[in-house]
């Protein structure tokens, strides 16, 4: 693969396989087809969260550029719908395309500002390019239909429109992949795109612009906006061009952008927190479910909203199968993102191992045991990572069972029936409804299950059931529309009803 050097403003594929460590991106905001700087010249650093080094320096934008690009985005906004919806798909597979050509490098790019391994960083530039390509197939499907009417004299056809500017907020453990969610669907409806990356991560974000530029999408059509999250997110919320709000991010931050957004009626789609139950019965394959497990709970460490946030195991295979994973994560190793010998990298910043040891400890307070922690080297920041940890004899009611832990801790619960399970997840534990598993063999239980639990992604022996022709969401509080598949082309599109009488 094609790496990216950055000269004196210009990007090219390196032609020398070792230059990939030289990536630079253009670390300025993108507004109307122009890499600009923040009216104040202010930026803030970008951190490697392994070791803490400066990676690069993003600018730090306000109320003024913001507003610039939504202007720009208006602006582009009639000529991009008028567009024929293969004219978009062309735009859509050449950022697919380039994506693709630029793979290690982007992730290369997203290692180092999020943590991830590079094997990870692959698949997730993977992901990301794939929505682009569902996309373009998706955007020619966008039909209408003729609905019949009592008069004959009448016809009643409905057509579906783009429902105009977007303005989106990004999370920090998707830098590629969850704008490109979001801007996929987008461009493939017709609208128009102002984005607001983490402070944490939005080199990605700015690597995707020179992506988009590249394939020749319009100035103004996306556009890139960092900086000052409350300032920025207020014109998003406040300009009464932007239609819609699409946000990945925490459920305390989706009801604020919920009840901000109400003042104005406009649009959400809302991909927020979870806290998906990994449910084995008895009659499981004891074996793959464990290898699943330990696949879900580790990749980036955790810090994935779908992964599994507590481990609930029938009571007579209970001992056996947690000995099972405490063996496979002994396999592990965490260690520094450029090993290739490291499985589980960095958390996002220290903070977070701060929160995360602080909920652990607590839950130890309250009569909780660490049934496996794997080791950590002494040669790695100990207040930037956090070992894969393993916590048993912890109840129900525990605050770690409760919340998203957004690291690689996994609460384990014995249960006895599948009337227990369920009675918990549907009738006591109702804040979150995003994802849960269940492994069985048994297509009965497996049935109930389906039956009963209410989450937006519900994986039966398959701890991976997303791709981006699926739809990706949840319920409750974890959110409002559906990101990906046929359905995720629906948040960015209008219905118009046309009646006409001969």
């Given at each position: 693969m094609n790496s990216i050097v950055h000269n004196a403003g210009t990007l090219h594929p390196a032609?020398?396989?070792?230059?990939?460590e030289l990536i630079d991106f253009p670390s300025r905001l993108w507004i109307n087809g122009r890499w600009v700087d923040a009216e104040s010249g202010k930026t803030f650093a970008v951190e490697n969260p392994a070791n803490g080094q400066i990676v690069g320096n993003a600018p730090f934008a306000a109320a003024p550029e913001t507003t610039a690009a939504v202007e720009a985005a208006v602006e582009a906004m009639n000529g991009w719908r008028r567009k024929s919806p293969i004219e978009r798909a062309g735009y859509l597979t050449r950022i697919h395309d380039l994506l693709m050509e630029y793979r290690e490098s982007l992730a290369l790019l997203r290692m180092r500002e999020q943590?991830?391994?590079?094997?990870?960083?692959?698949?997730a530039v993977d992901y990301a390019a794939g929505f682009f390509k569902w996309f373009a197939e998706e955007a020619p499907r966008i039909y209408g239909r003729t609905i019949p009417h009592p008069d004959p004299a009448r016809r009643v056809r409905i057509e579906y429109y783009p429902i105009g500017v977007v303005g989106a907020l990004g999370p920090w453990n998707g830098p590629l992949s969850s704008v490109s969610k979001k801007l996929a669907a987008a461009l493939a409806a017709g609208c128009t795109f102002v984005f607001k990356p983490a402070t944490l991560t939005p080199l990605s974000a700015f690597a995707l612009a020179w992506i988009t530029d590249q394939a020749g999408l319009p100035p103004g059509v996306f556009n890139v906006v960092s900086g000052d999250t409350k300032a920025i997110g207020q014109v998003l919320l406040n300009h009464e061009k932007v239609r819609l709000i699409a946000m990945t991010g925490s459920t305390e931050v989706g009801q604020y952008v919920a009840h901000e957004a109400g003042k104005q009626i406009k649009r959400l789609a809302l991909e927020l927190g979870g806290n998906a139950p990994f449910i084995i019965c008895a009659d499981a394959d004891l074996d793959q479910a464990a290898e699943?497990?330990?696949w879900l709970k580790t990749i980036y460490s955790g810090q994935v909203c779908v992964t599994a946030n507590r481990l609930l195991v029938e009571r007579s295979i209970y001992e056996p199968f947690v000995e099972r994973i405490c063996t496979l994560l002994a396999k592990h190793k965490v260690g520094m993102p450029d090993d290739p010998q490291t499985t589980i990298g960095p958390m996002i910043c220290p903070?977070?191992?701060?929160?995360i040891k602080n909920l652990v400890d607590e839950s130890l307070a309250a009569g909780a045991i660490i049934r496996?922690?794997?080791?950590?080297?002494?040669d790695i920041p100990a207040d930037r990572?956090?070992?894969p940890t393993i916590l048993d004899n912890v109840r129900p009611n525990m605050r770690?069972?409760?919340e998203e832990i957004f690291g690689p801790v996994l609460p384990v619960l014995p249960f006895d029936n599948d009337a227990e399970v369920i009675r918990h997840e549907c009738d006591e534990n109702t804040t979150y409804g995003l994802a849960a598993y269940v492994y069985t063999q048994s297509m009965s239980r497996a049935q109930l299950y389906a039956d009963e639990l209410d989450v937006g992604i519900l994986g039966i022996n398959d701890p991976r059931p997303i791709t981006p022709a699926t739809p990706f969401g949840g319920t409750k509080l974890s959110g409002i529309g559906r990101e990906g598949g046929s359905e995720g082309i629906m948040e960015y599109l209008e219905a118009r009803l046309i009646g006409m009488r001969f």
């Open positions: 032609t020398n396989p070792a230059d990939r943590g991830g391994t590079l094997e990870g960083c692959r698949a699943d497990l330990v903070d977070e191992v701060t929160r496996f922690q794997l080791p950590m080297p002494v990572f956090y070992p770690i069972c409760n």
